[in-house]
């Protein structure tokens, strides 16, 4: 066990162990993302407590349970990922039918939304068996949490999530357009290898503002808020920002009435205050990410091409 849990069981039992927690039930648990003190007490205990580990990676779940002080042996836990698990959810309904509790948890953040578990808990619906889920880490949540989108009152609310865009590049160009005509924010994941090609992508959307995340919740974590042709220079301006796991939301597009105020708004500013200034007194005022506003004073500021008008 970890030094720094080794305490977390003891709290974990106080704080939920006096709960119901039924048998012949599948639980469906949330683990960190990056960081291991985001794990609930409520996800502790349960997997304390569950007859069986159903996970994404056995050596990787064994190693995340020590961690916690949770001593499982190598028979107690059971590979479910998405090579095996139509075949391997058979399994798991008879061990809940045989009245154990199981509880389900992918190599990080919440089981069934881009990771492996939707088609278990489909299955053990089907068969009318009780599933309950533990919330806790998710990488789109958290990344949304600290994109600063602002919705437009003119178009859609919420965010969709498109998880992984093809990796072939004329669909991935295709996808990119059917994400530019949506209204709401739309939120995609990307491997380290697939990034560049990604951001080219969205290139193609211009002034559209993308959040990126890097390594969410971890040592090296990184959050920035840029313009969408902007965003391969980004990501080649530090070797750094190629590594890690990636969560980027597309903002909604911004309505004419608010680009043509956010730029008045600016062009007042330029004119009395330097640049870095004038942008974060205009971010402080119209709620912009202001990496954005910079990309857009600098246009602003730059002189117009000969022949063209004032």
């Keep these: 066990m970890s030094a720094s849990f080794s ?67 190598g028979a107690q836990l059971l590979a479910v990922h998405q090579h095996n698990e139509a075949q391997a959810a058979n399994g798991v309904v008879d061990l809940l039918r045989a009245g154990l509790r199981v509880a389900y948890v992918s190599d990080a953040g919440t089981p069934g939304v881009s990771d492996p578990g939707a088609r278990l808990v489909a299955q053990v619906c089907a068969q009318g068996l009780r599933v309950v889920p533990l919330p806790g880490a998710s990488s789109v949540t958290t990344v949304l949490s600290a994109a600063g989108v602002v919705q437009d009152a003119e178009g859609g609310t919420g965010f969709v999530f498109a998880g992984f865009l093809p990796s072939k590049a004329t669909e991935r160009a295709h996808a990119v357009q059917a994400l530019a005509a949506q209204a709401q924010a739309m939120v995609m994941l990307e491997a380290p290898h697939r990034i560049e090609a990604l951001a080219l992508a969205l290139a193609a959307l211009g002034e559209r503002l993308v959040t990126v995340g890097r390594e969410l919740t971890k040592q090296f974590e990184e959050i920035a808020t840029v313009r969408a042709d902007a965003l391969p220079a980004w990501l080649a301006a530090d070797a750094n920002r190629l590594r890690g796991e990636f969560v980027l939301v597309l903002h909604p597009l911004q309505s004419k009435t608010e680009v043509a105020q956010d730029d008045r708004v600016l062009k007042l500013l330029l004119e009395h205050l330097p640049l870095k200034t004038a942008v974060k007194l205009a971010a402080d005022i119209s709620g912009e990410p202001r990496n954005a506003l910079y990309q857009r004073a600098l246009a602003l500021k730059a002189p117009a091409p000969d022949g063209a008008a004032d």
Excluded at 9 to 36: K, M, R
Excluded at 38 to 65: G, K, P, W
């Design 7 to 73: 305490s977390a069981l003891g709290a974990a039992l106080e704080a939920a162990g006096a709960q119901h927690y039924p048998q012949g039930t599948l639980y469906v648990v949330a683990t960190p993302i990056g960081n291991l003190a985001d794990i609930s007490l409520r996800a502790l205990h349960v997997l304390a407590l569950a007859d069986r580990v159903a996970c994404e990676d056995t050596r990787h779940t064994q190693a995340l349970l020590r961690a916690y002080g949770i001593d499982k042996s």
